[in-house]
């Protein structure tokens, strides 16, 4: 059996920087506050982190709108601090991932600042521009996650413009070639300096330009509800025939995999991606088809209402079924989008509180016992509970913002990280003031208290992963069977050519068994 890639069975560690840890006392994590506390993130025993975008950016989205992405914001430090922070990872055995952002940039980028000027320049179709229909309407009925038509219109060119999310992040124009070779050229800077991966983020809404456009059909499945898909306007549409999900997304990506191949051969690619009627699993095979991307990221366990047993058994099923026997999947039960583990699947598996810890250990170690990678994101080590009391006049996620207050956004699970009770704002800022507020509901469970507490989530989560390490069926292969067990029951095995672990978890007891059979 050849021996597989870093990246096929890693546990990655999702880094906010915003929310990390600030080391100035502005109130904004940065760099070098992750710097400082890369031994907490060694020492649990995770493979890799990764970490949200800190390229230069206005912050309207919080740096998913890049203004520049050779330069880190300011607020988060230097390309020297980066260095710094690659340096001491890679010396403590961390792989580092970062975020890429290629479907849009910032309207703020001397790229759309160019393209917007007029239909005659060296950036004219660098983005998605398209006449007005007749009675001087949008070219479709394409709607922005963050609400809203996706078209805005710009008098200069006298044309609408498309942008997936805010009208501050214009997507890209795929179909020339000019834009594509400007992202590897972006991708390459990054491999140079040391960078092991990239999170490509919502590769899903990368557009190419293919006139006429067509409009998204009805949802027919659509129905008002209390969560997110089920109350905003962009979930009334279908989106992969038209908007998202275009087959011209493969060219590129088939081109950035040679960029990264042409380095080490141990360069990952993980793309995020979303499809119509949680379909996200099935459509990832066309994704990591041969010479695509390594492994997607997808949102089947991110249920925003949290999933019960037999919705998570179905997750796992479809995961086999597709992907058995290779590392082109990865799993993440959290991360900076939807409300935290102990909130969320709290509710859908219909728990009280006091059996919070159990479950988000548990919980734990069932993503990490899958096959393929698993993202872990901050705080979840510690058990953090979403923040749902944040004034509306402190939000800062324009999503939130432009549904508040029936829909909080995705400030709930951004709050900063509590690494000390004993000091006014946890150890996360010497400063005045967090750019969030920090929960009190946080204060015990502060970071560095867990890791010298042999029972909390963190140390008993570290002695798993280290002993998971050890096992040739979780790290020699990606082989699994389907799950199977009662009603509140999920049991598997995971084989390789020397072991085979039966992975037991009741989610009546909360408890985790694995034995070799």
């Known amino acids: 059996m050849s021996e597989l890639k870093w990246w096929e069975t890693a546990t990655i560690y999702q880094i906010y920087p915003r929310s990390f840890q600030d080391s ?54 230097s390309l020297a601090d980066f260095d710094n922070l690659l340096l ?93 070779h400007a992202l590897k050229d972006v991708a390459k800077f ?41 109350q905003q306007p962009f979930f009334r549409q279908l989106h992969d025939t038209a908007q998202l999900n275009q087959p011209a997304i493969q060219e590129f990506i088939q081109e950035l995999r040679l960029v990264a191949d042409a380095y080490d051969g141990n360069r990952f690619l993980m793309g995020e991606l ?61 991360n900076h989008d939807v409300p935290r583990v102990a909130t969320r699947q709290l509710t859908a598996l219909k728990l009280h509180k006091g059996q919070a810890e159990a479950m988000q250990l548990m919980l734990l170690k069932l993503s990490v016992s899958l096959i393929g990678s698993t993202c872990i994101f901050q705080g979840e080590e510690l058990g953090l509970e979403d923040v749902q009391d944040i004034p509306i006049d402190e939000m800062k996620d324009p999503w939130g913002i432009e549904f508040a207050p029936e829909f909080l956004g995705r400030d709930t699970c951004r709050t900063p990280m509590v690494w000390d009770s004993t000091e006014s704002h946890c150890g996360f800022s010497t400063g005045n003031k967090t750019w969030l507020p920090i929960s009190r509901n946080h204060f015990k469970m502060a970071a560095l ?36 067990g009662g009603e509140r029951e999920i049991i598997f095995e995971r084989r390789a050519d020397k072991q085979n672990i039966r992975c037991m978890f009741d989610f009546y007891t909360l408890t985790a068994e694995f034995k070799e059979v």
């Not at 917007?116 to 660098?126: L, P, T, V």
């Not at 456009?213 to 969560?227: R, T």
């Open 449 to 484: 208290e867990a890791a010298n507490k042999p029972k909390s989530i963190y140390c008993q989560f570290s002695e798993f992963l280290k002993w998971r390490k050890k096992q040739p069926a979780m790290i020699s292969a990606n082989d699994m069977t389907k799950p199977w």
């Open 88 to 180: 001491g990872a890679h010396k403590l055995g961390l792989k580092v991932m970062i975020d890429i952002v290629p479907a849009h940039c910032s309207s703020e980028h001397p790229w759309f600042i160019e393209s917007r000027k007029s239909k005659e320049n060296d950036k004219a179709d660098w983005f998605h521009w398209a006449d007005p229909l007749p009675d001087g309407t949008a070219p479709t009925n394409w709607l922005s996650f963050f609400g809203g038509r996706a078209w805005t219109w710009e008098p200069r060119r006298q044309q609408y413009y498309l942008h997936n999310f805010l009208p501050s992040q214009p997507n890209l124009n795929f179909a020339n070639k000019q834009v594509r």
């Open 190 to 230: 990054w491999f140079d300096r040391g960078v092991d991966g990239f999170r490509l983020d919502a590769v899903h809404t990368i557009n190419a330009d293919r006139p006429p456009y067509i409009d998204n059909l009805p949802n027919p499945h659509y129905k008002v509800g209390p969560f997110p898909k089920d």
């Open 274 to 334: 979303d499809s119509d009627n949680d379909n996200a699993i099935e459509v990832s095979k066309n994704f990591t088809a041969s010479g695509r991307l390594h492994s997607t990221y997808n949102f089947d366990f991110l249920e925003w209402k949290g999933l019960d047993v037999s919705g998570i058994k179905a997750v796992i099923n479809k995961a086999v079924d597709e992907f058995n026997g290779t590392g082109n999947i990865s799993f993440a039960f959290s």
């Open 24 to 77: 100035n006392g502005d109130g904004i994590g940065d760099l070098p506050g992750i710097s400082s506390r890369l031994e907490y993130i060694a020492n649990l025993g995770v493979d890799a982190v990764w970490i949200s975008p800190f390229y230069k950016s206005p912050q309207n989205d919080f740096g998913y709108d890049v203004s520049d992405y050779y330069e880190v914001n300011p607020e988060y430090g």
